[in-house]
């Protein structure tokens, strides 16, 4: 009964790891649609530039703040798929064992068992002086 409790534990545990990492692994193509999409607008205003020439200073730092831009969503898409690798691999891999600590066990009782007390000095041992 316990093992077949663990064993239904056990598959939920890797079910759900599978669901976290399906989940990352469309997130991650989300990411890079989203990359795809700024690079082609990109693309198409430098495009524009070229065919008309530079209209204004507004365009060039427009087109820097694109290509800005662009650097940013390439860096998550490609953090999103490693993330989305590493949640993979580590949904395939079986969980660890759970390891328990010995305990000690109690001194027995056939010993015999002595208290010594050892009375505080009084005084300071170096200087003599009351304050300790």
């Given at each position: 009964?316990?093992?077949?409790?663990?064993q239904?534990r056990?598959?939920a545990?890797?079910?759900?790891?599978?669901?976290?990492?399906?989940?990352?692994?469309?997130?991650?193509a989300?990411?890079?649609?989203?990359?795809?999409i700024?690079?082609?607008?990109?693309?198409?205003q430098?495009?524009?530039?070229?065919?008309y020439?530079?209209?204004?200073?507004r365009?060039?730092r427009?087109i820097?703040?694109?290509e800005l831009?662009?650097?940013?969503?390439?860096?998550k898409?490609t953090?999103?798929?490693?993330?989305a690798?590493a949640?993979?691999?580590?949904?395939s891999?079986p969980?660890?064992?759970?390891?328990?600590?010995?305990?000690?066990?109690?001194?027995?009782?056939?010993?015999?068992r002595?208290?010594v007390?050892?009375?505080?000095?009084s005084?300071?041992?170096?200087?003599?002086?009351?304050k300790?």
């Open positions: 009964m316990i093992l077949s409790e663990r239904a056990i598959e545990q890797t079910a759900a790891s599978h669901a976290v990492a399906e989940a990352l692994k469309a997130k991650a989300a990411s890079s649609t989203e990359a795809m700024a690079h082609l607008k990109l693309m198409i430098k495009l524009r530039r070229e065919l020439g530079q209209r204004s200073e365009t060039a427009l820097d703040q694109m831009q662009l650097e940013e969503l390439e860096a898409a953090e999103d798929e490693l993330s690798e949640a993979a691999l580590q949904a891999l969980a660890p064992a759970l390891r328990r600590r010995p305990s000690r066990k109690a001194f027995p009782e056939h010993l015999p002595e208290r007390v050892i009375a505080a000095p005084s300071c041992p170096c200087c003599g002086s009351m300790l």
